[in-house]
């Protein structure tokens, strides 16, 4: 049972994620693969606030909200500027620095070893000990996001984010502003990340780098592009689907030094196949 | 009196291509005036500088006596003035009707903030919008399309389907550029009398065009463009029977 309440509140983390990852990537267009960048910054500063005991959960995961869409407008701002492939090659040098501050910063993130001890989230006082506690808390966030990212989307904004990816000239000559708009996406993407980030570092008490390296933001590529780009759906699926792949694998009775390797293999093969044979994924549309 | 739309002294060049060279002319309220000139002209040049998309060399465009220089696209389209393009350039994943609701002018409802905490307001608004795209879209004939993805449409319907948007914006001078290009006859008729048909409106129209018989039937007024600089102006009958314009326009092949 444990088993199962680990899987869900993981999957349901990820969906904040891949719901950041669909608006930013899929609906506006902005192909950024530092998506896991902001959720780590997400994670490090609720640690931290709990760890030292400045803020409590609700105001610290707030803060964290609050950095990551600076954060995150912030690194799409040169999407501003340059086109699609050139952006990509700075939002990889985004989350190269941001990994690099992960392991090295030991003052602020423990560095390579980790930050261990996270508390345990709390509401009004009272700390959520239990797994399931945890899980309603996650359902919870989850069910926002999907809220807010349902009613972005059919909402005349969700209309121009989607123009503006097919041609923000045309958007330009019909008289709407562009910049705004995306800069407005890129900060609800950045607030999904932070508050992905704060449950992910409370449930799992422990964090390191390696949570939100390059392989973490190809992973929610893989989500978005599994799952189908700029549909709720799609963004619910791509999660709970890839988190549950690694399991099944564990049935095949694979011995755990290849885990690792075989989970790699199997998203860059999933990648590579819907890339080639359903762009549109299974519930949603071609990135 | 200063003229309804003046763009005097514009000189832009690409690298070391002058696509522009003392463009100027004027032309008043009403009517349809077409913007002639062999290929490479300049045409679709001087759309770009009107419209804010190309901030030119030198020269100035005025509206309505107000300078237009240094404005931004949507500034310009606020100011009255909207252009289509010549490769379309229409939102082809999207469907005929939420090309048109995008160009609508803003309401509340269009930023996040709107569609997030008053989501029953910003639905109520939408509605309004689909129907006032429906009846943009029943007046250029595509009603029947409404809810087709544009890449589903044919090429005429496109082309119906950008000046749809282009009125959407609520602008009162288009610019439109080889809005009858490419199309069969039925197709080319349609557009003609849609064009006509804004005139009688009291839209202000100014339609870049190669095809002369599209031209004598439409055209008010005919500008002349040549390698960046106004040539001629006047009536289609003037400037047709001009032979040393046809030369020019038509070069080896006559
Ligand atoms: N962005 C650009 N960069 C470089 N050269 C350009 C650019 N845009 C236009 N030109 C050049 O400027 C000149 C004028 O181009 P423009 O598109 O205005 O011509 P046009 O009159 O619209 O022609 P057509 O009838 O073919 O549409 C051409 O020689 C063209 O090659
Ligand atoms: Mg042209």
Redesign the pocket.
Known sequence: MDYLYSYLILAEIYVLLGLSTNLLVGVVGIFSVSQAAVFGVGAYIVGDCLLSGTLSFLPALALAAVACVLLNVLISLPSLRVSGDYFVVTSFGIQLLATATFTNWTWGTGGANGMPGVPPPDLFGASIESTRGILALTTMAMTLGCLAFWLILRAPFGRKLRAIREDELAVAAAGKGVLGAKVSAAAMAGAFAGVAGGLYATYLSFIDPSSFDLDASILLLTMVVVGGARTLWGSILGPFLLLALPQALTLLAIPTTYAATSRQLLYGGLLIAFALFRPQGLLGERL | MSAYLEIAGVNHS??G?Q?LNDCGFAIAEGGIACLV?P???????IFNVITGFLRPDTGHVAFRGRPLDGLTPQAIVRAGIARSF?NLRLFADLTACDNVMLALPERAGETPFGALFRPFATARADRRRRGDALQLLDHVGLAARAADRVRNLSYGEQKLLTIARLLATGAELLLLDEPASGLASGALDQVMALLRRLRGEGKTLLVVEHNTRVVQQIADEVLFLHQGHLLAQGSPAQIIADPALAEIYFGGAL
């Open positions: 690409f690298g291509l696509a000139g290929n490479g002209a300049g045409k679709t040049t010549q």
